[in-house]
């Protein structure tokens, strides 16, 4: 099974993935990356068994209990004088000669339908089953577009320190030239030094986040070998807040969310379970046919009987209360999510409005779109010392905060259309 998950990751790089043998390094687009979270994460394979599992319980409770089989009375040895000088016949050959014994073939039959009312309620287990399953690939599949923008976020905001950086450095190289000529004061260099090791040091602190974020995308795909993933991310086009209506997402929220419809079923199964708890109030009736040789008046006497419990002191009242009671509490739940869902979706909805005004203000800003362009001119005019370092530094530390602030927009606008798809329960209707 291994190598076969193995193989398939193989021919997947091979045929769809950019790699670097010397850097292993993936370069992976979103919608690859939940195709490969499809098919490869472990906790999605190990709960997709309850749904098996399930099938198997109600194949078990469509099942009649076993016939029960006794023999009684059984003497292993007579004597003459023990049966009066009378001789026992064997039942086949030689088998049972002078031998007295009694059997016994019994059947429990189930009467007011409470097999049927047992399988209905495996039946309703299984739905939650399936349904606790999408809730769980809901959540994970949210949490991996989550971890996907949030390295892509990081990804960027690396490329933009590495460019800063490499400005620095032409600059220091060009600094030291003029230094040693004389033409450039130590506290200049001094200065441009410091900044780069302040520069290197916050890039440092970016790649422990990019590490941790790398492993946790790794672990969500279930993947051990050494290798290091880069997001290609797509350029998608993000619905206007304007665009959605929150009555219409409030109602397809009810009809969506995995986590009511779980509670629905619960409701539901209670329901059942009250139906079958009546069902023990009557006893179930045990059939029995006996046979007893020489045991009696007949020498061979062959016999029917029918039992069953009596319900004097337990008609299971206790279980029927319980079940009843359940009942109306998880009714009772039912009401509550409905309200914390209707909530949560307006919630997400407000927060998602806000982060997508911020971002387009962001992206409309034209200075903003400019800042890799000013950032070569500044490094060259204060080369050509049209500038002073002053100015300078106080450009590279707005580029740095500007380029930061372009990005977490862009990440925030997208977790916050994903929390808003999650608290759905489905992807936004007129999301590209």
């Known amino acids: 099974m291994y190598m076969c998950r193995y193989l398939w990751i193989l021919l997947w790089v091979c045929f769809s993935f950019k790699i670097s043998a010397q850097q292993q390094v993936?370069?992976?687009?979103?919608?690859?990356?939940?195709?490969?979270?499809?098919?490869?994460?472990?906790?999605?394979?190990?709960?997709?068994?309850?749904?098996?599992m399930a099938d198997a319980v109600i194949e078990q409770a469509r099942l009649w209990n076993n016939p029960s089989f006794s023999l009684d009375g059984v003497n292993l040895w007579s004597s003459a004088?023990?049966?009066?000088?009378?001789?026992?016949?064997?039942?086949?050959?030689?088998?049972?000669?002078?031998?007295?014994?009694?059997?016994?073939?019994?059947?429990?039959?189930?009467?007011?339908?409470?097999r049927a009312k047992l399988v209905k309620m495996e039946q309703i287990s299984r739905e939650m089953a399936v349904v606790q399953f999408g809730l769980i690939l809901?959540?994970?599949?949210?949490?991996?577009?989550?971890?996907?923008?949030?390295?892509?976020?990081?990804?960027?905001?690396?490329?933009?320190?590495?460019?800063q950086q490499e400005s620095l450095e032409k600059l220091i190289a060009a600094s030291e030239k003029l230094h040693s000529r004389g033409n450039l004061s130590g506290n200049e260099l001094i200065r441009l030094q410091s900044a780069l090791l302040e520069m290197e040091n916050e890039m440092k602190e970016v790649r422990v986040e990019l590490n941790a974020a790398r492993k946790n995308l790794k672990n969500l795909l279930?993947?051990?070998?050494?290798?290091?993933?880069?997001?290609?991310p797509d350029q998608e086009p993000l619905p206007a807040p304007g665009a959605i209506d929150l009555t219409?997402?409030?109602?397809?929220?009810?009809?969506?969310?995995?986590?009511?419809?779980?509670?629905?079923?619960?409701?539901?199964?209670?329901?059942?379970?009250?139906r079958y708890e009546k069902s023990l109030r009557i006893p179930d009736l045990n059939l029995s046919v006996g046979y007893d040789r020489r045991g009696g008046v007949w020498r061979d006497f062959v016999g029917f009987g029918i039992g069953l419990d009596i319900p004097v002191f337990n008609r299971n009242q206790g279980a029927i209360k319980a079940a009843r009671l359940s009942q109306q509490q998880s009714e009772l739940l039912v009401n509550q999510q409905e309200a914390v869902i209707?909530?949560?979706?307006?919630?997400?909805?407000?927060?998602?409005?806000?982060?997508y005004a911020l971002y387009e203000r962001t992206v409309r800003t034209p200075v903003l779109s400019k800042l890799d362009e000013m950032l070569d001119v500044y490094t060259k005019n204060l080369m050509e010392k049209n500038i002073s370092m002053v100015e300078y530094m106080d450009f590279m530390e707005t580029y740095k905060n500007a380029k930061q602030a372009v990005?977490?927009?862009?990440?925030?606008?997208q977790l916050g259309l994903e929390e808003l798809s999650y608290t759905i329960g489905t992807e936004i209707i007129g999301k590209p």
């Open 26 to 52: 993936l370069q992976l687009k979103p919608e690859q990356i939940e195709a490969l979270f499809l098919k490869q994460n472990l906790e999605l394979v190990a709960r997709q068994l309850a749904i098996p």
């Open 407 to 413: 990005l977490a927009a862009k990440r925030d606008v």
């Open 342 to 355: 209707f909530n949560e979706v307006a919630e997400a909805y407000a927060n998602y409005t806000d982060v």
């Open 248 to 274: 219409a997402i409030q109602g397809k929220a009810m009809e969506q969310r995995a986590d009511l419809g779980l509670q629905k079923l619960q409701t539901e199964y209670y329901r059942q379970s009250l």
């Open 222 to 232: 279930s993947i051990r070998e050494d290798l290091r993933i880069e997001v290609v």
């Open 81 to 114: 004088g023990q049966r009066e000088g009378e001789t026992i016949p064997p039942l086949v050959g030689n088998f049972a000669r002078n031998t007295q014994f009694s059997a016994e073939l019994s059947q429990m039959i189930s009467v007011s339908g409470k």
């Open 138 to 163: 809901k959540g994970l599949k949210t949490e991996l577009r989550k971890t996907i923008t949030g390295l892509v976020y990081l990804q960027d905001y690396q490329r933009a320190l590495i460019r």
